[in-house]
């Protein structure tokens, strides 16, 4: 009877420890992966456009990510999907007029989805606890119901969920998520928070700063000129 | 000398001591001795409600409003843009090459936004100030000074994108 237990407690054991292995493994090969060029063959490329997740962060992180897709070709970036708070009232109105100039009769394909914040300015440290987790919850949401190719994204906190939740369904294999992100025009020094933590957890595939002092500070970001 | 139009802007933010700093007396009547007639202000999300009367005390034409998605006209017709620090406003005027004086919120706890004003200003793109030193600013400020700011192209992050993913150049 006790040894039936101790071997069935075992197993489970072993199970466990596999499942962990595996995971591991995975989180190992995803980062590995990470920052290497997709490979495609020729053929593909023709038939297949990149579903694209654009967060826009309000403000001046709205303008500069929009002057990345108003130089997108959107034949091979397509459908576009954008992301603004729920706080945020001007930023998919903008996105919507870049897409009515520039994608014309297209525009029915790209979509506008709002995402709650985890934090607004000013609120409490101890309601931000669940704010942060329902911003999560909806993340997550939005990120398996869409399964984008491409997440491009520029801070602030807003796009940290959305980000956190692409690498999830690249580490569940759902799909692998090139992740793009471009720090603010505003950091000439320091790394946002945000910034500093996706360059810490390797968490993007291409990381762009916008002033050469910066990306000599942060070897792994590339620099290639400013946005605005 | 009628040099006109300042537009004042902080955004879509909230940022009364500006906007405040701008409507003091003392400040306007150092705009009207520039030879500035007429304010337009931008509020935002601000509380603080501009009092027409002082300015006509100063010979100054005050009027506000709370937040227009595009304000390129005003841009457009402005001799001189005093703004907050948040960089859409800032690159919106430096791309409409008005001259510019930022003025940076002295209050807000994560102060990156003055790494942008003073990086800036070093290359003589604009003037910075703080709400306490805004008229000591406009006093010793030469525009002629300033350096017209050349627009960035996006374009090269594109493209480094696109061989990234495999897509053809274009």
Known sequence: MEEDEQSGMRWWTILLGLLVVGFVSRLVIVWMFTGQPRVTSKDSRKERSLKTLIVLGSGGHTAEILRIVEKMNFENYSPRCYIAAVTDDHSLAKAKRLEEEKAGDELKQSRFYRIYRSREVGQSYITSVGTTLLAMAHAFYLAFSIRPDLIICNGPGTCLPVCIAGFVLKVLGVRWVVMVYVESIARVRKLSLTGLLFYKLHLMDQFFVQWPKLQQKFPRTQYVGRLM | ?170
Not at chain 2, 23 to 42: D, F, H, M, N, W
Not at chain 2, 86 to 93: K, L, P
Not at chain 2, 108 to 132: F, G, I, V
Request: hydrophobic content about 40%; charged content about 20%; overall charge negative.
């Open chain 2, 1 to 170: 000398m009628t040099k006109g139009m300042v537009f004042v802007t902080v955004g879509s933010t909230l940022f009364d001591a500006l906007v405040e700093a701008v409507c003091r007396p003392e400040c306007l009547a150092t705009l009207r001795k520039l030879g500035y007639s007429s304010l337009v202000i931008q509020l935002g999300k601000g509380n603080f409600i501009p009092d027409k009367s002082v300015g006509e005390a100063e010979n100054i034409e005050i009027e506000y409003f709370t937040y227009k998605p595009n304000v390129d006209e005003y841009l457009n017709s402005a001799d001189l843009v005093i703004s907050h620090a948040g960089s859409g406003s800032v690159f919106e005027t430096l791309r409409a090459q008005r001259p510019l004086v930022v003025v940076v919120n002295t209050l807000l706890m994560d102060n990156h936004q003055s790494e942008l004003a003073d990086e800036l200003a070093e290359r003589k793109y604009l003037y910075t100030a703080s709400p306490e030193t805004l008229v000591d600013t406009l006093r010793t400020m030469r525009l002629d000074s300033l350096v017209p700011y050349q627009s960035s192209e996006p374009s090269a992050l594109v493209t480094t994108l696109d061989q990234f993913l495999g897509f053809p150049p274009s």
